[in-house]
């Protein structure tokens, strides 16, 4: 069964461009020109990755963020202009997995869709693994996270990035090592996008002591072990 792509925005030549590099990969392709039209395709179609631009007429990217996390944990790759910093970190808070600045080349848009896919397709249920700590329990098979017993829900981006730190506890892992292990080794961006999903991660766990910076280098996973 293929997989579905929902594409998100107002600009025709986008839309058009960005399916004729998709389709032909064998994806089904679904577009929305507008913010409330892309939120009852993303409930409707159920698609396996949304490409999700900022600038949307009706309601913006980022609200419509905000609303489908309420209800999904769909990757979603958010489009923003070269200039909006802003944005691209509002978007990364609010619960965007990655994203992609305009204009942008098609072909690394597709490499990075592809190489998303890939990695869910491939994440294998791993059942019975559990990772105990004195204050986190992070059952790996079940994908479910409890600090001191109180649960804690994370996109599957955040479960993945707090799972690969847990798995090294007390080591440090640099941005590039998380980057390879959570975005894959075709990620193109910049390595910002650690430090946000860290920090919404820290935030959800309700313990900033669990994951330490260490500056300039990355982030360590500190927990006693039971």
């Avoid at 507008?34 to 631009?53: E, M, N, Q, T, Y």
């Avoid at 990772?131 to 986190?136: E, P």
């Avoid at 079940?142 to 990035?161: G, H, I, N, Q, S």
């Avoid at 730190?165 to 650690?194: D, F, I, K, M, S």
């Amino acid at each position: 069964m293929p997989e579905k792509i929902l594409i998100v925005d107002d600009e025709p030549s986008i839309v058009n461009l960005v399916s004729a590099y998709l389709k032909p990969e064998g994806y089904e392709v679904y577009t929305a020109q507008d913010g409330p039209s892309g939120l009852k395709a993303a409930r409707a179609f159920k698609p396996d990755l949304i490409v999700l631009d900022v600038m949307l007429p009706g309601m913006d990217g980022i609200e419509v963020l905000t609303r489908l996390r309420r209800e999904s944990d769909v990757y979603v790759i958010l489009l923003t202009a070269r200039t909006e910093e802003t944005d691209r970190v509002v978007g990364l808070t609010v619960g965007a997995d990655d994203y992609v600045t305009k204009p942008f080349s098609p072909r690394e848009l597709t490499a990075r869709i592809k190489a998303a896919l890939r990695r869910m397709k491939g994440r294998s249920p791993r059942q019975g693994e559990v990772l105990s700590f004195k204050h986190v329990r992070i059952d790996v098979g079940a994908r479910r996270v409890t600090v001191d017993e109180r649960p804690v829900e994370l996109t599957a981006t955040e479960f993945d990035l707090l799972t690969a730190l847990a798995e090294n506890p007390g080591r440090v892992l640099t941005r590039e090592q998380l980057l390879e292990r959570v975005w894959g080794g075709t990620y193109y961006g910049e390595t910002r996008v650690v430090d946000v999903h860290i920090g919404h991660v820290r935030k959800k766990l309700g313990r900033e002591d669990l994951i330490a910076t260490v500056r300039g280098v990355g982030y360590r996973f500190e927990d006693e072990v039971l």
